[in-house]
C-alpha cells in the first residue's frame, strides 16, 4: 500500500456541552495540526499515488472554511460537540468528496481510503480513518 | 475508525543479558516518550472515542511506578530483559487493564485495540498494538 | 550561560481588534505551546540552575489561569490584543514574579534572564525576552 | 503486533518527466528522513523484534547508495520518475532483500512485513508498506 | 526584546567543490526548512513585532525563486558554493531588502534584526543572525 | 553571526544527591538528544564556518565514550550531580577541547562560542553556551 501525506493547520474557538469535558465546557479554542493521508495499492504512470500539489491545495481550502471561526456559530456543527474526534470525521468527509467531484484529479481514482489526525497539542491528537464509498460518487 | 493518542514519558536505569545487545549490556538508562493511541469505531454520544482527560491520567499513573526506577531492580521484570518492545507491551496490558476496571470510564467500553509506542530517541521507537480481550474483564 | 527550559500548554479563543489581522478579527482560538527557558550564569551546589521540577509546577499553575478562557472577557486583558508577542511578554512578567515570590526555590535567585517562547502553529511561534529586574523584588 | 523503526536520511537530485509536477520537472533535490518500521508478531529469546543496531546499519548502507546522487543518472532509475512513492518502494525492496540474504540477523526470520516512509519536507511525506516475501528467500 | 519566527521551505539541486565536501562534490540537493525570526524592541499599537501573515508571504515569494532549482546554474550563485550557511546569510539579505522596501508594513520599521535557520535534515541545521542596516534604507 | 549545528545521542544511567531531586534520587537513566551549535562571524573560502562531517564525527566520538555507562561510576563524575546542565558543560568542555586540538579542521579556528544543548524528553531541555577561550590553545 502506498501513502501520501500532507500537513496544514485551522485555528478555532468553541464549547464543549457535558459534564466529561470538565472546564472545556467554557469557550475556549485550539490550533489544530491536520494530516491527511492518501492511501491507494498502485502507482499511476507517473509514479504517484495522488497529485500532491491539488491534495495540499483542497486540503487548504476546506481548512480555510474553517479557520478563524467560532465553531459554536457554524450551522454545519449545530447541536454538536465539536471534538476532535468530530472534526476528524468532518474534514475526512469534505476530503472524500473532493476526491469524488474530480477536485484531486485522475490520479486519485485509485485511492481506496484515508486517514485524517488532528494535533491539538504536542501531548493529544486524534485521527479518524476509513475507506472511500466509491460507489457514492454516482 | 477513530483513534485518540495521549503523549508521555518516564526515565529508567537497565541492562540487557545477551550478546547481540553489545554495549547495551552494561548498567545504562533512557528517557521513554511514550504514545497511547486508544481505538474504536464510533463515538458517543458526547462526540469522544475515550475521555481524554482519564486517558491522560491514567497513563501518568501507570508511568509514575516506573519512572526513576532501575527496572533492573524491579520484580515485574525478573529474568527478562526490559527492550523498548517489552516495555510497549508492558504498558499495553497495563492500559488494558486499567479500561477493564472501569479506570477510563464509560465511554471506554467502545475501545477496541490499542497501539502503544515508545520513542527511545529521535533516531529509534518501538510499538505493541493489538485488541482489548474485553471478555477477559468478566 | 546555563539554561533550562520546561514545555506545558494552554488553549484559549480570543480576536483581535485592527485591520492588520484581517479575518484573525472573528472570534477564533489556538492552542499556544510554552517553552520557558530560565537562564544563569552559575549552577548551585545541586549542580542546577533551577530546580525543574518547581519551575515545571510553576508555569503549569499559571497556564491553568489562561487555560480554556475566552481572552476577550478575561480582566488582565481588557483592550488589548492578546497576540502570541502580547502573551509571550504576560507569561514572562508571571514567571518573572513567581521568581521573585520564592515559588521556584532558592536556586532561582541565580537566574538573570528569561525566553517565553509560544508555537502557535507548526509554521508560527513568538517570544518575548528579557532580564529579571530582581531589584523590583523590594 | 510488534515493531522497531530506524531512522536515516539522504539527499538526491533529481527531475520529474510529466505536466502533473509543473515546475517540479526542473532539476531540483530533496532531504529524505527515512524510517523504515519493522512488524512481526512475536519476539525473540531476547526480547527483541529485530536487532535494531543491524537494522540501522543494514538502512545506512542503503541510504549511502543513494546520498549525494542526482537520480536523473542512477542506471536503477532509468526511464522512471523518483517521486516520494517509488524511492519509498524502492527502499521497501531492498531492505526486504537484507533481510532475506541475513544481513539483519537471525531475529528478522519473524518479520512479516515493513513500513518506509519517506518525509521530503515538514508538510509532506509518502510511505509503502508491505509483506515481506519469505517464500521468495528460497 | 520580541521576536515573531515564520516556517517554509524550498528544495534544490546543487554541488559543492573543494576536498572537503567529499561526496557532496556530486550533483546533489536537499529539502531547506526555513525558520525567519524577526527582532525588535516593543509592539505596535496593535500589539505585534510585525504583520506575520506579510511576513510569510515575503518568505514563500522569495523561497519561491528558489525553490525547483538547480543552484549550479543560477546567476545569483556563480562561483560560490552554496552552503547551509551561504543559503540563509542570501535568504537574510533578501529578507532584509524586503524590509527595507516596506514589503512587510510599517510595523516592520521597528525590528532591529534577523536570524535566518536552515534545516538541511534532522540532525543538521545552520543559521545566520545579524542586524538590519536600516541606514541603508536610504 | 553564522551557526552550524549537529545533533547526536546517548543513554545513560545515573542518580542525584539532595533533597531538591526528590524521586531523581534513585537510579535511573535518560537519553539525551544533543545538539552541538558552532559559532563564528565569517565563513572560509569554501563557504562553511566548520566541516560538518568533522564536527559530527568529533561529537559522536565524545558522546560514545559516555553511551551506555552508569555515570555513577565514571571518574571523571566522581562527588559530582551528572544533571542536564553539568553534562551539557562536559560536554561544551570536550568539544572545545576538540577544536582546539585541532580534530576540526582548520576552518574551526575561526569559531569563537559553542552552544550545547541536551534535550531530556519532549518537556524538558538544558543548554550550556560559552565563548572559546582560544589562548588556551598555547
Chains 1, 2, 3, 4, 5, 6 share one sequence.
Not at 116 to 128: I, K, N, R
Amino acid at each position: 500500500m502506498y501513502s501520501v501525506c500532507v500537513r496544514d493547520h485551522f485555528m478555532i474557538a468553541h464549547s464543549f456541552s457535558g459534564d466529561v469535558f470538565g472546564p472545556a465546557q467554557n469557550l475556549h479554542g485550539a490550533t489544530y495540526i491536520v494530516d491527511v493521508e492518501f492511501r491507494g495499492e498502485t502507482l499511476d504512470e507517473d509514479g504517484i499515488v495522488v497529485d500532491i500539489g491539488r491534495a495540499g491545495q483542497a486540503l487548504h481550502a476546506e481548512l480555510e472554511t474553517l479557520n478563524y471561526r467560532n465553531l459554536d456559530e457554524e450551522a454545519a456543527f449545530t447541536q454538536k460537540n465539536t471534538t476532535t474526534e468530530v472534526l476528524a470525521f468532518e474534514i475526512f468527509e469534505r476530503m472524500a468528496a473532493r476526491i469524488r467531484d474530480g477536485s484531486l484529479g485522475a490520479a486519485a481514482t485509485r485511492l481506496h481510503s484515508l486517514r485524517v489526525t488532528l494535533h491539538e497539542s504536542h501531548v493529544a491528537w486524534a485521527a479518524y480513518e476509513g475507506r472511500l464509498d466509491t460507489s457514492a460518487a454516482s
